[in-house]
C-alpha cells in the first residue's frame, strides 16, 4: 500500500522575465509526504517554499507556470486536472492555511459565512447541522462565545483570532492535507506560541497530514517530524527534525541554525556572508557556493544530486557533506559581547509620559487635561555611555513610542529627557540644536520605506554629511566611499537606487547613514525584522562592531528576546506603555523575573524539537492599558486580586541587578518560577 | 454611522454654499453688471433704470447676496433678463427634460459598463478585453460633438432611421419626446459607458490579485460564486465614487450634446443664456448644476457607507 | 586610490538618459508607439504646415463653394469656398498651442497648491479643499462661457481660464500623493536628523510626487484640448476666420447631409490628436508605473 499522501515528482516552475529570458523558481523539486506526518519546509524569502506548497495543491500564481515534472495527490496529477476537479480537491481534501488571515479573509463576508461556505461546498450536511457544526469549529480552534464570533466580520477580530477562523475554515471540509503556509509570521510571539500549540493538538487529534511552510526554524522544531530545507529554488536537505536542526549536514543548513540567536546561548550568533542569489541570477555550479564555508572546486561548476544516505534518513544536495558530520556536535558561541560599560550616563528619561490622544479645542482652551491614562506613563530609564540598553515588548507595548520622543518626533506629556547629564531635550524637534539632532540618530525597521526610492546611495548618505559637515566635492565623495566601506559595501554602490539592492544591503546603507553624522546614541526601531534570519546575524554583527569602534550607545527596540538577548547589555520589557523590569539582560533572562517577562520568555520557539515554550498567559489583545493599577492585570497569571487591580505596583530589587515592578515579593516569585 | 452620514451632508451644505458665493462674486468681478452685459449698446437712459431696479443692482452687492440666497432656499431665483418671467418658470420644463435624457443615459449605461467591465477584467488580456478596451477607449477620447455629429450623419442622414435634430417645443409629453431621445442618448451613454467599464475593469482586477481570492479558489469555491460573493461585493463597492463623479462631470458634456441635438434641456439653457448675457440665469444655473453633483456624490457616499462593512462596524463600536 | 577614482566615473544616469529611457519604454508597447508617432506627427504638422499649406485659409471664394474633393482640393471647398484640407492641417495649431501652455499652469498651481496642501494639513488644508470641491461642483463649461463671453476668445484670457480650470483636479492627485508619502519613514528620517522643511521639500517630496503629477498633467492636456474643442464648437474658442476644427466641426454640421467632406476632415483631425494624447499619456503612466484607468476625470 502506498503510505504517500501526495508525491511530488521533478517539478520545475518558472516565469518568463520581460526580455523573454526564462526563469527559474522551483528546480526539480521531488518530495513525498507520508499519510499522517508533519512536514515543515523551510526557507528564506525567495527560496520557493510557498510556490511549491501552492503547487501542493494545483495552484500555480497569475505569471508562473510549470516547465516539468508533477505533483501527485493519491496517484493523480494534480497540476494536469482542470477547474472543475481542483474545485473538488480543493478545501475537500487538501486545504490552505493562509499566511495573513487577516488578508485572506474576504472583507465583506462574516466569519460564520466564510465557514458555512466551506461546509456547504464539502459536506452534504443539513442547514442546522452546518450551523452546530460552525460552533464546534470556532469551539475546536479555541474561540471565545462562537455564536457571536460567527456574527462578525474579519476586521472585527484580532491578528491572533483572525488566524484561527483560518484554521476553522480549513478543518470545514474535513481534509487529508492541510497546508500552512507561514501560519504565525505577523502574530505576536506569545499568540504564535498559542497558534502553534493548537495546531499541534490538531495534528494529534484528527491525523490529518501536514505540510508546515515558514522561514522560522523555532516554529518547524515545535510542529514538524520531516524538514524540508530550500535554498533558491532546491531542495538541499531533508529528513527527520531531529538530525536536521541538530545535526544539519548542509552547509547552509549548518551555517543558518548558528546564525539564529537563541536564548540559551549568550553572545551574537555566527553570520553568515552574502544573501541568496536572485531567481535568474544562480551560477553554473551549486547555488550555495558564494557563501559556503565548506565549497571545493567541484561545487562551482557542478551541480550536487540530492543524495539519500539510508543509515540517517537523510537526502542532502552537497559534495562535501561528510566534513560536516564532524563539525556538527559543536554548538558553541564564542561572539561574546565586550563588556566595558562605564558608568557615565548620556541619556536620562524621568517620569517620561506620552499621550496620542488629541485634545479637543474646548478643553484647549480651558487648559483642561483631558487624557488621564497616556500611551506611555512612567518611564525611568538612565542609559548609559557606550552601553546596548533593548526595549522588548509585544505590538502596542509603547516602545517604538520612547523612541520617537528621544529622537524628538514625539512631544513627552510629562517628565523630561536629559541629554549628556545636563542638556534637557526639547521635545520640540525645531527646538533642538543642529548638535542635538546630530548626536541622536535612526535607523528604521524597514529600509525599503526608510530609504527614499529615487535617489541613490550616493544622495542617501550625502544627505547628513552635506546637513551636519557641509561637505562638498571630492571630499563628500571620499567620505561616503569610506561609510560604505564601513558596513562592508564597496563603492560601486555609489550610483545604485535601494531597488537595485538586498533587503540587507538596504539595511546597511540605512546603517550607513545614520553613522554619517557620527552620533553619540543611535535609536534602532526593529532593525532586524525585515530581514531574513541569515542577513539578521550579519547585520547584527556589523551593528556590533561599529559600536566597539566608535563607541556609540544604541537604544535598541524589538519584540524579539532571543536578538535582544544577542545584542543588548541591559533590557527594558515594557507592557502597554508601562515598566515592567529593567536590568542587566542576563539576568532578566533568569528568574525570578515579572510574570510577564516570565510569559514572553517562556512563549520564544528556540529551533530545537526538545525545547518547547512554556504558556502561562492567554493571548488576549488589550487595546487600552488600566486606568489604575498593575499594567499587566488583565493577562497576569500570578494575579493577586483587587491589590494588582488598583495599586500601582512596587519597584523590587532583585539580587542580581533587575528590578522588577510587582506587587508580588520577589523572593515569593522566585519560589513560584523555579 | 449616523454622524459621518450627517458629517458629510453639512460638507455638502458648506461646498453648495462656497458654490453660491463663487458664482457671485464671479458674476461681480467680471467686467459689467447684468445690466449692461444684457442690454449692451442700449444700456442707457430708462431702460437701464428699469434693469438696475428690477434686479436691485442699486442696493450694495452683499446685501444684495443676501436676499439673493434667501430667495434660493425659498426655491426662488429671480427674474430672467431674457425670458422676460421668472427664472423658476424658464427652468421647469428644462429640468425635466434634462433628467428625462440624463436618467436614459445612466439607466442604460451603468448596467452595461458593470457588464462590460467584469467581462474585460475576467478575460482579461485576452480577445473580449482587448476588443472592448479599445472600443472604450476611442469612444471616451473622441469628444462628444464629433461622436454626435457622426451618429446624425450615419444614422439619421446616411441610414434615414431616426431624427437627427430635435425638433419639439420645450413642453411635450414623454412619449412624444422617446424617438427624438434615442440619438442623444447613445451619444451620452456612449462615453459615460466607457469611462465607468474602465474603472470598474481596474477594480476587479484589483480585487482579483487579493489574498482573500486566492484563499476562496484554494477552497474549492466555484468560479462564478467566487466571482459574485467574494469578488463584485469588493470591487463595485470603490466604484461607486468613482462612478459618481463620472455622472457628475459629465453634466458638462451634456451642454455640448444638447446643443448638438438642438434638445431643450438646462444644457441648451446653458448656452442660451450665455449667449444672451442673462446673467440671473446663468447664476440660477451655476446652482442648480452644482447641486445635482453634490447631490450625487452625497448619494454616493451614503451608499459606500451602507454598504461597506469596515464603515459600519467602526462607527457603532466607537 | 587609483580604482576609487573610477568609481566615481560612473555616474548615474543623467536626466536626458532618463528621459530617453521612459520614452523607449512607451514606444516598446503597441499602443504606446501609436499614441506616440500620432502626437508627433501633429506637433510637427502644426509647426510646419504654415509653409506647405497649398491655399490661403481664409481666402473666400463663392464660385468654388462645397466643391467635392478633387485633385485640386484634395479635402473638397467649404461653405464660403475655402480648401477643407489647407484649413484641416492648419486646424490644430491653436489648439495644441493654447492647451499646451494651459497645461503648463494648471500643472504648475494645482501641483504646488496640492502640495502644500499636503504638507500643512490642519485646518489650512481643509478650507481649500472645501473651496477646491467648490469649484469642482460647477461645471468648467459653465464657468469658462461665462468668462469668455464677458472677457473675450483671446489668447491672454483662454489660456489662464484653461489652466485654472483644469488644475482643480491636480490639486487633488498632488495632496494625495503627498500624503501618502509624508507618513513614510524617509522623511521622517530627514525630519528627525533636522533638514529644514524646503529641503525636504525638495529632496524628498517633490521626486516622490513628481511622476504622478506629471501624468496627471498630461492626462489634463487631453481633457483640456477636448474642453477647448468644445469651447470652440459652441462658439466660444477661436474667433473666425482662424481655422480651428472645432470651429470648422461646428460651420460645417448644418451642411453635412450634402457635403460631408467638409465636417469629416476635420473630425479626423481632432479625434486623431485626442487618441495620440491619450495613448501616450496612458503609456506615461504606464511607464512610470501609475494606473490611470481608476481615476475619475474629474
Known amino acids: ?674 | 454611522m449616523f454622524f459621518l452620514i450627517f458629517k458629510r451632508f453639512i460638507l455638502g451644505l458648506v461646498t453648495l454654499f462656497i458654490v453660491s458665493l463663487i458664482t457671485f462674486i464671479g458674476v461681480e468681478i467680471l467686467p459689467g453688471d447684468a445690466c449692461t452685459s444684457y442690454l449692451e449698446r442700449e444700456a442707457f437712459g430708462e431702460a437701464l433704470a428699469a434693469c438696475i431696479k428690477r434686479l436691485g443692482l442699486d442696493i450694495p452687492a452683499h446685501e444684495r447676496y443676501i436676499s439673493w440666497a434667501y430667495n434660493v432656499i425659498q426655491g426662488d431665483f429671480g427674474y430672467s433678463l431674457s425670458g422676460q418671467m421668472q427664472i423658476n418658470e424658464v427652468l421647469g420644463p428644462r429640468i425635466k427634460n434634462s433628467l428625462v435624457l440624463a436618467s436614459a443615459a445612466i439607466i442604460i449605461g451603468i448596467p452595461l459598463a458593470l457588464i462590460l467591465g467584469i467581462i474585460t477584467a475576467l478575460w482579461r488580456d485576452k480577445m473580449p478585453d482587448i476588443i472592448i478596451s479599445t472600443v472604450a477607449i476611442f469612444s471616451m477620447t473622441i469628444p462628444e460633438f464629433i461622436s454626435a455629429t457622426l451618429l446624425i450623419l450615419i444614422v439619421a442622414i446616411w441610414l434615414e432611421w431616426l431624427p437627427g435634430i430635435v425638433i419639439v417645443p420645450t413642453d411635450v409629453t414623454f412619449f412624444e419626446l422617446l424617438p427624438n431621445i434615442i440619438l442623444p442618448v447613445i451619444a451620452i451613454a456612449m462615453i459615460m459607458t466607457a469611462h465607468m467599464a474602465r474603472m470598474v475593469r481596474s477594480s476587479v482586477i484589483q480585487v482579483m490579485a487579493s489574498d482573500y481570492i486566492q484563499m476562496a479558489i484554494l477552497k474549492g469555491v466555484p468560479y462564478w460564486k467566487m466571482v459574485f460573493k467574494h469578488v463584485l461585493p469588493n470591487a463595485l463597492l470603490p466604484a461607486i465614487n468613482v462612478v459618481a463623479l463620472t455622472i457628475a462631470w459629465l453634466l458638462g458634456g451634456v451642454v455640448v450634446t444638447e446643443v448638438v441635438f438642438n434638445y431643450p434641456g438646462l444644457g441648451r439653457l446653458v448656452i442660451e443664456s450665455i449667449s444672451n448675457r442673462d446673467l440671473p440665469v446663468v447664476q440660477a444655473l451655476g446652482i442648480i448644476l452644482a447641486s445635482i453633483y453634490v447631490s450625487i456624490n452625497f448619494i454616493a457616499d451614503l451608499l459606500t457607507l451602507m454598504l461597506n462593512p469596515r464603515l459600519k462596524t467602526l462607527q457603532t463600536r466607537k | 586610490m587609483e580604482n576609487l577614482k573610477n568609481i566615481f566615473n560612473e555616474n548615474p544616469k543623467s536626466s536626458l538618459e532618463k528621459v530617453l529611457d521612459i520614452i523607449s519604454t512607451m514606444a516598446s508597447k503597441p499602443s504606446g508607439f501609436i499614441g506616440l508617432a500620432i502626437l508627433i506627427f501633429h506637433i510637427i504638422l502644426a509647426i510646419t504646415s504654415p509653409w506647405f499649406a497649398p491655399y490661403d485659409y481664409k481666402a473666400i471664394n463663392p464660385s468654388l463653394m462645397l466643391n467635392a474633393p478633387s485633385s485640386e482640393f484634395w479635402f473638397g471647398t467649404d461653405s464660403l469656398g475655402r480648401d477643407v484640407f489647407t484649413r484641416t492641417i492648419l486646424g490644430g495649431r491653436t489648439a495644441l498651442t493654447i492647451t499646451f501652455f494651459g497645461s503648463i499652469i494648471a500643472l504648475l498651481w494645482g501641483g504646488l497648491l496640492g502640495i502644500f496642501c499636503g504638507l500643512v494639513g490642519g485646518r489650512i488644508d481643509d478650507v481649500v479643499m472645501r473651496i477646491v470641491d467648490a469649484f469642482l461642483s460647477i461645471p468648467w463649461i459653465l464657468a469658462m462661457l461665462l468668462i469668455v463671453s464677458l472677457l473675450g476668445t483671446t489668447t491672454e484670457v483662454l489660456i489662464p481660464a484653461l489652466g485654472f480650470f483644469y488644475g482643480k483636479g491636480i490639486v487633488r492627485v498632488a495632496r494625495a500623493a503627498t500624503h501618502d508619502v509624508i507618513a513614510k519613514d524617509f522623511i521622517v528620517s530627514a525630519k528627525a536628523r533636522g533638514h529644514s522643511n524646503i529641503s525636504i521639500i525638495w529632496n524628498e517630496i517633490l521626486p516622490n510626487v513628481r511622476d504622478a503629477i506629471l501624468v496627471e498633467g498630461a492626462m489634463r492636456w487631453s481633457w483640456m484640448l477636448l474642453g477647448f474643442s468644445s469651447l470652440s464648437f459652441l462658439g466660444f474658442g477661436v474667433s473666425p476666420p482662424t481655422p480651428d476644427w472645432g470651429l470648422m466641426i461646428s460651420n460645417a454640421r448644418g451642411l453635412m447631409s450634402f457635403a460631408w467632406w467638409a465636417v469629416i476632415a476635420p473630425i479626423v483631425g481632432l479625434s486623431s490628436l485626442i487618441i495620440g494624447i491619450n495613448l501616450t499619456a496612458d503609456a506615461f503612466a504606464k511607464a512610470l508605473g501609475i494606473d490611470r484607468s481608476t481615476k475619475a476625470p474629474v
Not at chain 1, 520557493?48 to 510549470?66: E, P, Q, R
Not at chain 1, 460552525?134 to 472585527?156: F, G, T
Not at chain 1, 550607545?553 to 541591559?570: E, G, N, P, Q
Open chain 1, 1 to 674: 500500500m502506498n503510505t504517500n499522501i501526495q508525491e511530488i515528482k521533478d517539478l520545475s516552475i518558472g516565469f518568463k522575465s520581460q526580455k523573454g529570458k526564462q526563469i527559474s523558481i522551483l528546480r526539480n523539486i521531488t518530495t513525498n509526504i507520508r499519510k499522517g506526518e508533519t512536514v515543515g519546509i523551510v526557507g528564506e524569502s525567495g527560496s520557493g517554499k510557498s510556490t511549491l506548497a501552492l503547487a501542493m495543491m494545483g495552484y500555480i500564481k497569475h505569471g508562473l507556470f510549470t516547465t516539468g515534472g508533477e505533483c501527485l495527490f493519491k496517484s493523480q496529477d494534480l497540476l494536469s486536472l482542470n477547474n472543475k476537479e481542483l474545485e473538488d480537491i480543493r478545501g475537500r481534501k487538501i486545504a490552505m492555511i493562509p499566511q495573513n488571515a487577516g488578508q485572506a479573509l474576504t472583507p465583506n463576508l462574516k466569519i460564520g459565512y466564510q465557514i458555512e461556505e466551506a461546509l456547504k461546498l464539502h459536506t452534504d450536511f443539513s442547514k442546522a447541522k452546518r450551523e452546530q457544526k460552525i460552533s464546534e469549529l470556532l469551539n475546536q480552534v479555541r474561540l471565545p462565545s462562537p455564536s457571536i464570533m460567527a456574527l462578525r466580520y474579519p476586521h472585527e477580530l484580532s491578528g491572533g483570532q483572525q488566524q484561527r477562523v483560518a484554521v476553522a475554515m480549513a478543518l470545514a471540509g474535513n481534509p487529508e492535507l492541510l497546508l500552512l503556509d507561514e501560519p504565525t509570521t505577523g502574530l505576536d510571539v506569545t499568540t504564535q506560541a498559542h497558534v502553534l500549540e493548537l495546531l499541534k493538538d490538531l495534528a494529534k487529534d484528527t491525523g490529518t497530514s501536514m505540510v508546515y511552510v515558514s522561514h522560522d526554524l523555532g516554529a518547524i522544531a515545535q510542529v514538524c517530524d520531516r524538514v524540508i530545507v530550500m535554498y533558491s529554488g532546491e531542495i538541499v536537505l531533508e529528513g527527520p527534525v531531529r538530525k536536521i536542526l541538530k545535526e544539519p549536514i548542509h552547509p547552509y543548513t549548518y551555517g543558518l541554525l548558528k546564525s539564529i540567536p537563541k536564548l540559551s546561548l549568550s553572545g551574537l550568533p555566527d553570520s553568515m556572508p552574502g544573501s541568496q542569489p536572485q531567481p535568474g541570477n544562480i551560477g553554473s555550479g551549486c547555488s550555495f557556493y558564494d557563501r559556503c564555508n565548506f565549497s571545493s572546486d567541484e561545487c562551482k561548476f557542478k551541480v550536487p544530486e540530492l543524495e539519500y544516505l539510508s543509515e540517517i534518513d537523510t537526502s542532502v544536495r552537497c559534495f562535501n557533506h561528510s566534513e560536516l558530520i564532524s563539525k556538527t556536535s559543536e554548538q558553541k558561541i564564542t561572539n561574546e559581547l565586550k563588556k566595558e560599560i562605564i558608568i557615565d550616563e548620556i541619556l536620562d528619561l524621568k517620569d517620561v509620559s506620552i499621550s496620542y490622544a488629541k485634545q479637543g479645542i474646548i478643553d484647549q482652551f480651558l487648559n483642561k487635561v483631558t487624557d488621564t491614562n497616556p500611551t506611555v506613563k512612567d518611564i525611568n530609564i538612565n542609559i548609559n555611555k557606550g552601553e546596548t540598553i533593548a526595549l522588548v515588548g509585544e505590538s502596542g507595548s509603547g516602545k517604538s513610542t520612547i523612541l520617537k520622543s528621544i529622537a524628538g518626533l514625539l512631544k513627552t506629556k510629562d517628565g523630561y529627557i536629559k541629554f549628556n547629564k545636563e542638556k534637557l531635550l526639547s521635545g520640540d524637534l525645531k527646538k533642538r540644536n543642529s548638535d542635538d539632532l546630530r548626536s541622536i540618530q535612526l535607523i528604521f525597521q524597514n529600509p525599503d520605506e526608510s530609504l527614499n526610492p529615487n535617489h541613490t546611495v550616493e544622495q542617501i548618505l550625502s544627505q547628513p554629511l552635506k546637513l551636519y559637515f557641509g561637505l562638498t566635492g571630492n571630499k563628500l565623495k571620499s567620505s561616503i566611499a569610506e561609510l560604505l566601506k564601513k558596513v562592508r559595501l564597496g563603492a560601486f554602490y555609489m550610483s545604485r537606487y535601494p531597488r537595485q539592492l538586498s533587503g540587507g544591503e538596504k539595511q546597511r546603507i540605512a546603517v550607513a547613514r545614520a553613522f554619517a553624522a557620527r552620533p553619540d546614541i543611535i535609536l534602532c526601531d526593529e532593525v532586524t525584522s525585515a530581514l531574513d534570519v541569515s542577513v539578521q546575524a550579519a547585520v547584527l554583527d556589523l551593528l556590533q562592531k561599529l559600536k566597539e569602534e566608535l563607541g556609540t550607545t544604541y537604544v535598541f527596540v524589538s519584540h524579539d528576546l532571543a536578538v535582544v538577548k544577542a545584542i543588548s547589555d541591559r533590557v527594558a520589557v515594557l507592557y502597554q506603555g508601562r515598566l515592567c523590569e529593567i536590568g542587566p539582560s542576563k539576568d532578566v533572562y533568569q528568574f525570578p523575573s515579572h510574570p510577564y517577562t516570565e510569559v514572553l520568555i517562556g512563549a520564544v520557539l528556540e529551533p530545537d524539537p526538545d525545547i518547547r515554550p512554556k504558556l502561562v498567559a492567554e493571548d488576549i489583545v488589550e487595546e487600552k492599558p488600566p486606568e489604575i493599577g498593575c499594567s499587566f492585570q488583565g493577562r497576569c497569571p500570578r494575579i493577586l486580586g483587587d491589590k494588582c487591580r488598583n495599586e500601582t505596583p512596587p519597584w523590587q530589587f532583585g539580587d542580581n541587578g533587575n528590578a522588577i515592578r510587582c506587587h508580588i515579593d520577589i523572593e515569593e516569585l522566585k519560589i513560584q518560577q523555579s
